[in-house]
């Protein structure tokens, strides 16, 4: 079908091998023999067919990865129209491959290919349910969505029967280089700019400190969103924790992330009453090192984050070490209410925003836990209620939510917030909108605003005493 959709019939190119063949300023590459080890991102690779001779020409496909967040570990030539894809391993353990981002050029107008993506580590997909993978190119900077029509993710016979990714492109201006992503890419370096900007802004109710760093030595930031008076000697607050990118590929929690500073920091005079009222302390990127190398799941060393709650290492956890020890610290002092914990994740199998939560012994506290999501459900149109569940799976014990939850007081609400990678259906009127980066980061500032719903608060209200969000 794929052949057929590029080729109108064109007669496919001899030879299903290849030979890879490099630029002058590229590193050396592996012999496509070595077919079951590639531990890097390729550097401006360019697979030939095997019969080839002679330089390489325009349309001979250049690929490339090194880049920040890049993840692309191998390309094999299968004829002039097709090209199979491997996404690299996480960084130091093989069991995850989803996220890929990479580079082509050196492109012909109008040349048409097929990529096939064959070893995802997920058999569940949005891809099943309409989901595309995102392009752009240097003369159109906007991302934007492959059409589904050109998209197919089936079960391959050549590929062990492994679920396989394959969308058909066309190149339409040689000189521009195209960029496919999994999702909207969100960098380290992205946030380090953002919150550089917000710095210069010298707003006497944000403040940016270097919590700890991490195993490259790359900054924790920890964002502290609150006026002056609730952080005064003896002054009683309430708080609000907030993390997230404790799994790096999961890019949606950094626009909703970025939404709640956002709004938070605005000019909105509700804002300022929520500030006013309440402390925020948030963590956007708490996986720095899996983010820079373009890692799923895992940091540098190859640990899931979110299942190393319970007991976090200064030398392999550093950055979720010094977020624990901060969370406890803001448990612990008795001028301040923690009443809420909210890690933002993504998820690669279910539509629009919802939230997990715990189920607890105590009834009025597993009640009392159903409050917020039903409220923000009333606030954003893509958060539904209705996926929103509450468990104590075993498996899930390592997380910040059922760690948090198990040790915190009954007071403090623990929360997974976890949005589509692809979509949100609407309930009035049962459409179906794909996410972009704005309606992430739009549900981010309806998440804040949900805060000012809870405590029924407005400008006459005091909420430094027992909380009245019940």
């Not at 250049?62 to 570990?73: I, M, P, R, S």
């Not at 069991?95 to 070893?119: G, H, K």
């Not at 402390?279 to 899996?290: A, Q, S, V, W, Y």
Request: glycine share 6%.
């Amino acid at each position: 079908v794929l052949q057929k959709l590029i080729m109108e019939g064109s007669a496919a190119a001899e030879g299903s091998g290849g030979r890879s063949s490099e630029t002058d300023d590229g590193p050396p590459k592996l012999p496509l023999e070595a077919k079951a080890q590639f531990i890097g991102n390729v550097s401006k690779l360019i697979p030939l067919p095997t019969s080839h001779t002679g330089g390489v020409r325009k349309g001979h496909l250049q690929f490339n990865a090194c880049f920040e967040c890049g993840n692309l570990g191998r390309v094999d030539h299968i004829n002039e129209y097709e090209y199979d894809l491997f996404i690299r391993p996480d960084t130091c353990n093989p069991r995850f491959r989803v996220w890929f981002n990479f580079t082509v050029q050196n492109v012909c107008a109008e040349q048409r290919v097929i990529f096939n993506i064959v070893n995802f580590s997920k058999t569940k997909s949005l891809y099943r349910d309409g989901m595309s993978p995102l392009v752009k190119s240097t003369s159109r900077p906007r991302w934007q969505r492959i059409p589904p029509k050109c998209v197919f993710y089936y079960k391959c016979p050549d590929h062990q029967k492994n679920y396989v990714l394959s969308f058909a492109f066309a190149f339409d201006r040689e000189d521009d280089v195209y960029q496919f992503s999994y999702c909207y890419p969100y960098s380290y370096s992205q946030l380090q700019e953002y919150l550089d900007e917000l710095d210069k802004k010298k707003l006497n109710f944000y403040n940016r400190e270097l919590l700890c760093r991490s195993v490259q030595q790359r900054r924790l930031d920890l964002v502290t969103i609150t006026s002056p008076h609730n952080l005064e000697p003896g002054a009683n607050s309430k708080m609000v924790f907030i993390t997230a990118r404790a799994h790096p590929g999961e890019t949606p929690a950094s626009f909703v992330c970025q939404g709640v500073i956002d709004y938070l920091v605005s000019d909105d005079p509700n804002a300022k009453i929520i500030r006013d009222n309440i402390i925020f302390k948030i963590i956007p990127m708490l996986n720095p090192d899996g983010v820079y190398l373009g890692n799923y799941r895992c940091s540098l060393m190859g640990f899931d984050l979110n299942r190393h709650w319970h007991d976090p290492s200064p030398w392999a956890h550093p950055t979720l070490s010094a977020t624990k020890q901060l969370v406890m610290e803001c448990a612990s002092n008795p001028n301040i209410s923690l009443d809420f914990y909210v890690d933002i994740h993504a998820h690669s199998t279910l539509t629009n925003g919802f939230m997990y939560g715990n189920i607890y012994d105590d009834e009025g506290r597993f009640e009392r836990q159903g409050v917020f999501p039903k409220l923000l459900a009333g606030n954003a149109e893509d958060f539904s209620w209705h996926k929103t569940s509450f468990n104590r799976d075993a498996e899930k014990a390592g997380t910040g939510r059922r760690f948090l939850g198990g040790c915190l007081s009954a007071q403090t609400h623990c929360y997974t917030l976890e949005v589509s990678f692809f979509s949100y259906r609407l309930l009035s009127s049962n459409t179906q909108a794909p996410y972009t980066e704005e309606t992430y980061i739009k549900l981010g500032a309806n998440l804040a605003k949900t805060f000012m719903d809870y405590y029924h608060i407005d400008s006459t209200t005091d909420v430094s005493g027992p909380h009245n969000g019940q």
